[in-house]
Each structure stands twice: as structure tokens, then as C-alpha cells.
């Protein structure tokens, strides 16, 4: 019934780790991205797809790649964590943010916490 | 500088207060706005759209000033469920919604 759907919640990994993080939207949109949620609460774009094709990327190290095998899954995996990894990821969709005043939902977020 | 800029707040007022957030954002090129809610540990969802001639939903009123750069949100006669955080965001038509830091809004009985 969830509109967006990311797993897992809560991610706690040590450093030097690979995690993944997986995000299902079920609103038929065609557009999906990756926000992060640092401590001071900036939610800062990292990647959007737009039916599966990359059409924004932020200056994101390139430890973290994006992945859509459909435009209604956008999962982002992780290398080699860093502590300045720790955050919330949030995934988000849309009709298509290029079109105007168009609503984005988002996902309940991925706490990610690396020690 | 942000592109968009909040006071952080936080805001402290007491049931039934009238509250306003104001924004500023630096980039003229900016085509849509938005306020979105954010409650503690929760995702962000969209509070409203903001219009150039203002626009009203019940309690809450956006208003949007081109030539400042400036978008308000009033809500009148706060409740404690107003409680959350209030993201005043912009969008430049690329794909790409621009979040300011977000003001805290904390509504006391």
C-alpha cells in the first residue's frame, strides 16, 4: 500500500563496508531520486532517473552508485562506507519534476549510521 | 551562500498563535515553489504549492514576492499537531528540488 518503499530503515556497518539500499515506487511515476539528510537537516539531491536513465548527478564520490533496472525501483549501493556516510537517505519519486509544480513523495528514509 | 535560505528557528508560540516563515532564494532562474512538513524522524511531504498570486488552504497561507526572491508561509490559529518542521522549497524546472534547512515549529498548549 506504501506509495515509496525503501529497506532497509536502519542501517548500522562499519567502516570499509558495502551496503545497499533499495527503494520500490508503486505510483506508476517516472521519475526517482536519491536525497541525503545530513545532521544539520539539509536535504541535499544526490541522483535523479528519469525511466531509467540517469539524469542528474550531484558531485557525489563515486563510491556510491546508483541503480534502476525499472523506472519503479531505484536502489543506490554503497562502497568502502565512511564515517561521513552517516546520514538519512531518502528515495523519492514524481511524475516528472521538469513539468512544474508536480508533488515529490518520499520514502520513510534509510538511517544509516557507520561506526 | 544557500540558494535557500530559512531561519531555523525554533519558533516557540502558543496554541492559537499566528506564526509566519519567511524563505529567500537566490536564483531568479527559479520556476516553482513549494512548503513542505517534516515531523521528527519522518520523510518530508508536501505542504503546499506556492502561486504567484498567493494561495490559501485553510489555516495556511503562501504567498510568493518575485522581485524579493521571497516566499512566507503564514498558519493561523497554530495547533500542536502543527508541530514539525517547514521546508520552503524551490524548483528550477531542471529535476532538481532545491531544500532550504527547514524552520522549526514548536506549538506549546
Known amino acids: 500500500d506504501t506509495a515509496v518503499s525503501q529497506t532497509p530503515k536502519y542501517l548500522v556497518t562499519q567502516m570499509g563496508n558495502d551496503k545497499s539500499i533499495k527503494c520500490e515506487q508503486n505510483?506508476?511515476?517516472?521519475?526517482m531520486y536519491w536525497y541525503k539528510q545530513d545532521s544539520k537537516k539539509f536535504l541535499k539531491i544526490m541522483f535523479s532517473?528519469?525511466?531509467?536513465?540517469?539524469?542528474i548527478n550531484e558531485t557525489v564520490p563515486n563510491r556510491f552508485s546508483p541503480k534502476s533496472p525499472d523506472k519503479a525501483h531505484l536502489n543506490l549501493h554503497i562502497n568502502s562506507l565512511e564515517l561521513g556516510d552517516s546520514a538519512v537517505y531518502f528515495c523519492?519519486?514524481?511524475?516528472?519534476?521538469?513539468?512544474?509544480?508536480?508533488?515529490?513523495?518520499f520514502g520513510q528514509g534509510t538511517r544509516l549510521t557507520v561506526v | 551562500r544557500k540558494e535557500v535560505e530559512q531561519d531555523p528557528g525554533p519558533f516557540n508560540v502558543p496554541e492559537g498563535a499566528t506564526v509566519a516563515f519567511n524563505c529567500t532564494y537566490s536564483?531568479?532562474?527559479?520556476?516553482?515553489f513549494f512548503w513542505y512538513r517534516q515531523d521528527c524522524r519522518k520523510e518530508p511531504k508536501l505542504l503546499m504549492s506556492?502561486?504567484?498570486s498567493g494561495n490559501e488552504d485553510g489555516r495556511f497561507t503562501a504567498q510568493l514576492n518575485r522581485a524579493s526572491q521571497y516566499i512566507s508561509l503564514l498558519i493561523r490559529d497554530s495547533k500542536l499537531s502543527d508541530s514539525a518542521t517547514y521546508l520552503c522549497?524551490?524548483?528550477?524546472?531542471?529535476?532538481?528540488?532545491?531544500f532550504g534547512q527547514g524552520t522549526t515549529l514548536q506549538v506549546k498548549p
Open positions: 523519492a519519486s514524481s511524475q516528472g519534476l521538469r513539468t512544474g509544480n508536480t508533488e515529490a513523495f
Open positions: 505510483l506508476g511515476h517516472d521519475t
Open positions: 506556492v502561486y504567484s
Open positions: 536564483n531568479s532562474a527559479s520556476q516553482s
Open positions: 522549497v524551490v524548483n528550477r524546472n531542471t529535476g532538481k528540488l532545491i
Open positions: 532517473y528519469n525511466n531509467k536513465e540517469l539524469i
